[in-house]
């Protein structure tokens, strides 16, 4: 079955180390979302990408980077520079038919110690 | 930008009770999306609709496009539904905005 692969579902790195987040789907699907939960507040939208080799910062961008190189991966590096990396983060990816066929990922829980 | 708002925030209701969450907001949509996430985090897609109402086993959502609203039911209300509910709409560019989530709690 078609759908979004997040792993790990849970991942505890030291501060001051990157880490990158995986996102893997086998849907064909043209674009791919990353966004940030943080307690008591809606989901945030961190990069998206529509098309291969091309992506957009969201709202809270500051501290992450991402890459497209292949239509089925977009992964989201946490950086050092991001001040507050503890979160839940959500991948998502979409046919682009103006909010239908969007599909989740499960999502990845980052603990920063 | 759409703004999405949900109530209530918190609900905690007895085994078998009839359970609604509402969602509104303020740009028309295509479609809207309910999402139910357990305690260990992990996010499941429950519907889209984009009119009238959808159905999966205890689950209800309706969507009224006129009153920029739609409703969350479930029926004969278990333990196992207790979970973060969250509904997302489309806001540009295909990116969608989320809703604050309401969670839920039944108590057996």
């Known amino acids: 079955d078609g759908g979004i692969t997040q792993s790990p579902k849970y991942l505890f790195r030291k501060e001051g180390q990157n880490v990158t987040l995986s996102c893997e789907q086998n849907l064909n699907h043209d674009a791919m979302y990353w966004y940030r939960q943080d307690p008591g507040q809606g989901l945030r939208l961190i990069y998206y990408s529509q098309i291969v080799n091309d992506f957009q910062k969201g709202d809270i961008a500051e501290g992450y980077s991402v890459s497209r190189e292949k239509k089925e991966s977009f992964p989201l590096t946490v950086t050092s520079a991001q001040k507050n990396p503890t979160a839940f983060y959500l991948c998502a990816s979409t046919v682009g038919h103006r909010g239908y066929g969007y599909t989740f990922g499960s999502g990845t829980r980052l603990t920063v110690v | 930008k759409n703004e999405v708002e949900q109530s209530p925030q918190n609900l905690t209701a007895q085994e078998g009770e009839f359970i609604t969450i509402n969602c509104s907001y303020s740009?028309?949509?295509?479609?809207l999306h309910w999402l139910q996430q357990h305690p260990g985090g992990g996010i499941v897609s429950l519907f889209m609709l984009s009119s009238g109402k959808k159905k999966h086993g205890r689950l209800i959502a309706t969507i009224n496009i006129q009153e920029k609203h739609s409703s969350l039911h479930i029926t004969a209300s278990h333990p196992r539904d207790s979970a973060v509910y969250i509904c997302?709409?489309?806001?540009?560019?295909?990116?969608?905005?989320f809703g604050t989530g309401t969670r839920l709690t039944i108590i057996p």
């Open positions: 740009v028309g949509i295509s479609a």
């Open positions: 997302a709409v489309p806001s540009g560019n295909e990116k969608l905005t």
